[in-house]
């Protein structure tokens, strides 16, 4: 199953503070809900562990990311990602690009990512992924703004918070005459 999600946000921050904090996957990675840096290869590639849970589904993908290119000049970045299930019952793929624009006096950071996903995860379509996905980004953005402001952040994933936001949002899609595949599957 593969989906695409693209994320935008703003942070009232220099160009330079959120350039430097984003390009630094080392730096950043405890802004990343349930995810853990096991190590370094080199300043391009990295080893990291994710553990997430969809559900009652809990799942533990060990996995490397490649960044393949940091463009300070254009502010833009692309990351290559893979990730194996300790389990053995799946994998996820990432591809993303990332850029941050300077707009009405603050910088807008915008993320395409494709994501493609076998296994356990894969069973629970394109939608819930979506929709958990986009929890866990904005669980990012949190964290992030608060690194930036020179707060503690806590990548632990809210699963309670993540599963009452998103029923709430299928119930209001549902009574909201919106179509969504959970239902019309």
């Known amino acids: 199953m593969k989906t695409n999600i693209t994320k935008v946000f703003q942070v009232s921050e220099s160009m330079e503070k959120v350039w430097a904090n984003l390009s630094n996957p080392a730096g950043i990675v405890n802004c990343v809900p349930g995810a853990t840096l096991l190590s370094q290869t080199d300043e391009r590639n990295l ?37 194996l299930d300790s389990k053995g019952k799946g994998s996820a793929d990432l591809d993303m690009v990332g850029t941050i624009v300077e707009k009405e006096g603050k910088c807008e950071v915008t993320f395409n990512m494709e994501i493609g996903i076998t296994g356990v995860l894969a069973q629970f379509g394109a939608r819930l992924i979506n929709d958990v996905t986009d929890h866990l980004l904005n669980q990012f953005v949190d964290n992030f703004k608060k690194k930036l402001a020179g707060n503690e952040v806590d990548n632990e994933i809210n699963a309670a918070k993540m599963t009452v936001e998103i029923t709430k949002k299928k119930i209001s899609n549902f009574f909201g005459g919106k179509k969504d595949d959970a239902y019309n599957s």
């Open 47 to 83: 080893k990291g562990q994710v553990v997430t849970k969809f559900g009652p589904v809990k799942l533990k993908y060990n996995g490397d990311i490649k960044i393949l290119e940091l463009d300070e000049a254009n502010h833009l970045m692309k990351l290559k990602g893979h990730g």
